[in-house]
C-alpha cells in the first residue's frame, strides 16, 4: 500500500510559478514511474510528466516541455513538479501517481493513468489572466 499526500497548489497569475510536492509513504524499487497527472473540469486526465523511480529516465507532454520540470528527493521520499510561465489552460486539480509494477516506466506508459494503481488526492493550481 502506497500512500501519496501533495501539496504546493495556489492561485497564480499568468507568467508565475509554482512548485508542487507529493510526499510518498515509499519509493518502489524497480523501474516504475512516479508521475504528474491534471484534469479540468469537464476535460479527460492528462499526464504531464513522469520519472523512473530507479533511474534517470523522464518524460514530458509536449504541452509543458520546456515549462515544467519533474524531480525526486530520495531521502524525503518526495517527487516535485517545477512549474513555470504558467498559462491559464494549466489550470486544473494536479494528481500524484504511482505506477503499478507490472509496468516499466516508458514514453508510451508514462501518461496511461490505467498504468498506476496509486493516487493522492490532488492539488489546486488556478491560472488567471
Known amino acids: 500500500q502506497v500512500q501519496l499526500v501533495e501539496s504546493g497548489g495556489d492561485s497564480v497569475q499568468a507568467g508565475g510559478s509554482l512548485r508542487l510536492s507529493c510526499v510518498a509513504s515509499?519509493?518502489?524499487?524497480?523501474?516504475?514511474?512516479m508521475g504528474w497527472f491534471r484534469q479540468a473540469p469537464g476535460k479527460e486526465r492528462e499526464g504531464v510528466a513522469g520519472i523512473a523511480t530507479v533511474g534517470s529516465s523522464i518524460y514530458y507532454a509536449d504541452s509543458v516541455k520546456g515549462r515544467f520540470t519533474i524531480s525526486r528527493d530520495f531521502s524525503k521520499r518526495t517527487l516535485y513538479l517545477q512549474m513555470t510561465s504558467l498559462k491559464p489552460e494549466d489550470t486544473a486539480m494536479y494528481y500524484c501517481a504511482s505506477q503499478s509494477r507490472s509496468y516499466a516506466c516508458t514514453s508510451a506508459s508514462f501518461a496511461r493513468p490505467t498504468t498506476y494503481n496509486y493516487w493522492g488526492q490532488g492539488t489546486q493550481v488556478t491560472v488567471s489572466s
Open positions: 515509499e519509493f518502489a524499487t524497480s523501474n516504475n514511474c
